[in-house]
C-alpha cells in the first residue's frame, strides 16, 4: 500500500504531462539533472567513465547538452557486475533481478528498485488506456509462461481484479494456434496483446482455416521487430487497429503507436529518445539508431544508451495533439544483418519482404537460416502442397538480392520451434550473432 502512496504523485503527473501542465520540458530538464548528479556521485561505471572523458555533471543542465555525455552500450555494460553499474549504497536485497536475452545470445541483467519497476508498469497502463483500454475490459497476454513471473504487483493487481477494474488473462505463446484459438474464443477478450509474431501466425491461422473473427476492439502487439510486409499482411487479417509498443526490458514502454495516425509517441517524461545516425542526430526522414536515457531507473542508470534498433526520426506534430515527440517507424534490429560474399551487408528484411510478397499464398511460417556467407536456406511450413515451379519462382527472386555467389535453398519442414523466450526468430546466423 506504501507503495501506491509514494507512486500517487507521479502517477497525477504522468496524467498531467498528457494534457500539458506541468511544462513538459522544464520537466525533462529537471529529471536529467538529478540523473546525472546522481550516477556520477553514486555509481562508479558512470564516475569512472565521465572521468575518462573529462565531463562534469554540472556541464548537463538541460536536455540540450545531452550530446556532451559519452554513449554506452550493451556489451560494455556486460562486463560489469552489480557492484559497479548500480547505486553503491543499495543492498543486493533491495533490487529484482531482470535479464534480458540480447541479441547477441548472451544474456544481460540489469537491476531495478520494486518502486522503480511499478512505475514502469504504470507508464505502461498509461499507454494501453491511451490506446482505449478502458476499465472493466477483458485483456489477454500471449506471452512465455515459462520460468519464474515477477509477481511484485500481486496484491494490487488481485484487488483490481477482484473489483473487475482489470480483467486480465495470460496464454502461452508455445501453444499451437489452434488450441490458442479455442481458448480466446472461450475468454472474449475486448483487447488481445502479445508478441508481433506469435499474434501475426495466430492471425494467419484464423484466416486459412476461415474460423469466426474473434471479436476484440484492437490488437496491440510488441516485443519483436517483424519485417514490415508480415507486419502488413497481419493488420489486414485481424481487420482491428494493430497498434505496436515498441518496449525493451532495460526501459520498459518506449513509444506506441498512435490510434490516429500511423506516427509513434515517445514517452517524453519517462525516457529521452534520440536517433543517431553517423554520430549526429538523424533528420527527419531519416534511419538511425534509437539510444535511449532512462529518466525513472536510478538504481542502475542508463543514459545514452545504445539499443541497437532503427528508427525513422520525425518532427510530425500528431492530429490527436498529445505533446509527446513522434517517430514515423521503428524497425528492425541493426544487428539483423547479412554478411554476404560480395561484401555487402545487407538488412535480412531485405530477403524477407519479397519472400513475403511472392509467397504469401503457400507459407505459414519460415525462418532463414545463414549456414554460411555464400549458403542461405530457407526453413517453410507451407500452408498447402508446393509446387517446384513455386519454389523456383522464390528462390530466383531471393537470389535477385542475395547475387549470384549464393547458394539458395528451400526446406519444407512441418514446424518452426519458437527461441525459448518465446519470441520467434526469422534469421539466424551460424557461428555468429543471431537476429531476434
Ligand atoms: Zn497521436
Not at 495466430?202 to 476492439?217: K, N, S, T
Request: with cysteine.
Amino acid at each position: 500500500m506504501m507503495d501506491l502512496v509514494q507512486n500517487l504523485p507521479f502517477l497525477l503527473r504522468s496524467w498531467s504531462h498528457l494534457h500539458g501542465f506541468p511544462s513538459l520540458s522544464a520537466y525533462r530538464d529537471r529529471r536529467l539533472r538529478l540523473l546525472v548528479e546522481h550516477a556520477y556521485r553514486n555509481v562508479p561505471f558512470y564516475r569512472e567513465l565521465y572521468d575518462q572523458h573529462g565531463v562534469r555533471p554540472e556541464e548537463i543542465q538541460t536536455v540540450r547538452d545531452l550530446r556532451r555525455l559519452p554513449l554506452i552500450d550493451k556489451k560494455q555494460l556486460q562486463r560489469y557486475g552489480r557492484e559497479i553499474l548500480c547505486d553503491r549504497r543499495l543492498k543486493p536485497e533491495e533490487l529484482i533481478r531482470r535479464q534480458s536475452s540480447g541479441s547477441t545470445g548472451t544474456p544481460f541483467v540489469l537491476w531495478r528498485t520494486p518502486a522503480e519497476e511499478r512505475r514502469l508498469n504504470l507508464l505502461r497502463w498509461r499507454i494501453l488506456y491511451l490506446l482505449g483500454l478502458r476499465p472493466g475490459d477483458r485483456m489477454t497476454g500471449i506471452r512465455s509462461l515459462w520460468g519464474p513471473v515477477p509477481r511484485r504487483f500481486e496484491w494490487l493487481m488481485n484487488l483490481a481484479q477482484r473489483t473487475g477494474l482489470v480483467r486480465k488473462t495470460d496464454l502461452d505463446c508455445f501453444l499451437p494456434p489452434e488450441k490458442m484459438y479455442d481458448q480466446l474464443a472461450a475468454i472474449c477478450p475486448d483487447v488481445l496483446c502479445g508478441y508481433t509474431a506469435s499474434l501475426a501466425q495466430l492471425a494467419g491461422y484464423i484466416e486459412a482455416a476461415r474460423l469466426q473473427p474473434l471479436g476484440m476492439r484492437f490488437v496491440v502487439s510488441g516485443a519483436e521487430s517483424i519485417p514490415e510486409e508480415t507486419r502488413r499482411r497481419m493488420k489486414q487479417q485481424w481487420r482491428v487497429p494493430v497498434y505496436d509498443i515498441y518496449a525493451c526490458t532495460e526501459m520498459n514502454s518506449v513509444a506506441w503507436q498512435c490510434p490516429s495516425s500511423e506516427l509513434y509517441h515517445v514517452s517524453d517524461d519517462s525516457v529521452l529518445l534520440e536517433i543517431e545516425k553517423d554520430g549526429r542526430p538523424a533528420l527527419p526522414g531519416e534511419a538511425g539508431e534509437i539510444v535511449l536515457t532512462s529518466l525513472h531507473s536510478y538504481a542502475m542508470p542508463f543514459i545514452r544508451y545504445q539499443t541497437e534498433d532503427l528508427a525513422v526520426a520525425s518532427d510530425a506534430v500528431c492530429p490527436c495533439g498529445l505533446g509527446f515527440s513522434t517517430l514515423q517507424s521503428i524497425s528492425g534490429r541493426q544487428t539483423d544483418r547479412l554478411q554476404l560474399p560480395d561484401g555487402r551487408d545487407i538488412h535480412s528484411y531485405e530477403l524477407l519482404n519479397p519472400l513475403e510478397l511472392i509467397a504469401e499464398a503457400w507459407i505459414s511460417q519460415y525462418q532463414v537460416v545463414q549456414r554460411a556467407p555464400d549458403h542461405i536456406q530457407i526453413h517453410i511450413v507451407p500452408l498447402q502442397p508446393v509446387s517446384v515451379e513455386q519454389q523456383e519462382r522464390l528462390l530466383q527472386a531471393l537470389s535477385e538480392v542475395t547475387g549470384p555467389e549464393v547458394r539458395l535453398e528451400i526446406q519444407l519442414v512441418p514446424t518452426i520451434p519458437l527461441a525459448p523466450s518465446g519470441k520467434r526468430r526469422f534469421v539466424i546466423r551460424m557461428g555468429g550473432e543471431t537476429g531476434s
